[in-house]
């Protein structure tokens, strides 16, 4: 479910001495996410709040079949991250950092969604130091493909 909320932006232009303002639309887009964790893991809930800290609601769901359930999604055991969250209609599977899911949600790809394998150190709702750049992929049916670094 996507929950727009407008707000008017004004611009003023100076033409002559004389202010002229201009309103515009300008949209913010607030998601919700349901989040899949197995009931153990306390970094999937530090996702979880990261998420919310970032503007999404986020309702999670303890789960024993998240293996199943990312398989179903079309991520491979290889590829599969720590959880797996679903937002508009994308999956979001791992820590993947906020300006990638906004670019994901904001240019709206003909993906079935992105993944962060593993349990990254210092991504998003891990401890410790980045130690390498993530490598976000992008699926497609069959098809991975990178969709973005940081």
């Known amino acids: 479910m996507v929950n727009k909320i407008f707000s008017l932006a004004a611009i003023a232009v100076v033409v002559g001495g004389v202010a002229a303002y201009f309103f515009t639309e300008k949209t913010a887009i ?3 996410v349901t989040l899949y964790k197995n009931p153990q893991c306390g970094c999937c809930e530090n996702y979880a709040n990261y998420l919310r800290e970032n503007g999404f609601s986020v309702t999670v769901k303890p789960t024993h079949e998240l293996v199943a359930m990312s398989k179903k999604a079309g991520i ?5 991250g720590c959880h ?12 993947v950092p ?5 670019k994901l949600l904001t240019e709206k790809p003909n993906i079935k ?3 962060l394998p593993g349990m990254p150190t210092g991504s998003p709702g891990m401890g410790g130091s980045k130690i390498a750049p993530f ?6 049916g069959d098809q ?3 969709y973005a670094t940081q």
């Open 76 to 80: 491979s055991e290889k590829f599969q």
């Open 98 to 102: 906020i300006n990638v899911v906004k």
């Open 144 to 146: 991975i493909t990178q």
């Open 113 to 115: 969604g992105v993944t």
């Open 135 to 140: 490598i976000i992929y992008q699926i497609q």
């Open 84 to 95: 797996l969250s679903f937002v508009d209609d994308y999956f979001v599977s791992g820590h």
């Open 30 to 32: 607030a998601s919700e």
